[in-house]
């Protein structure tokens, strides 16, 4: 298992950009790939974006795709989702995974107004 913890959420108008942070408690963490999900409020939870243990192989849903940019840092054992022309429709509590343990964070809540 590994701790994930999740920063940066918070309250934004449409249009505009936040960038998450999930720092992880091992250095093992290079080895892991890491992803985020969000789940908004009577909805299932969903991928947005997952990126493979060296930065170099990404993954984005469509609804996201060329909006959000995910990324690693390993040397600081810290995955990120940068967000950019946010949407209403992008409001949830959005959760890092790392997949090779199964571990989650506790999530941090992006709430997009129009």
């Known amino acids: 298992q590994v701790q994930l913890v999740e920063s940066g959420g918070g309250l934004v108008q449409a249009g505009g950009s936040l960038r998450l942070s999930c720092a992880a408690s091992r250095r093992t963490f290079s080895t892991y790939t890491m992803a985020w999900f969000r789940q908004a409020p009577g909805k299932e939870r969903e991928l947005v974006a997952r990126i493979g243990w060296t930065g170099g192989s990404t993954y984005y849903s469509d609804s996201v795709k060329g909006r959000f940019t995910i990324s690693r840092d390993n040397a600081k054992n810290t995955v990120y989702l940068q967000m950019n022309s946010l949407k209403p429709e992008d409001t949830a509590v959005y959760y890092c995974?790392?997949?090779?343990?199964?571990?989650w964070g506790q999530g941090t809540q992006v709430t997009v107004s129009s």
């Open positions: 995974y790392a997949k090779e343990v199964g571990s």
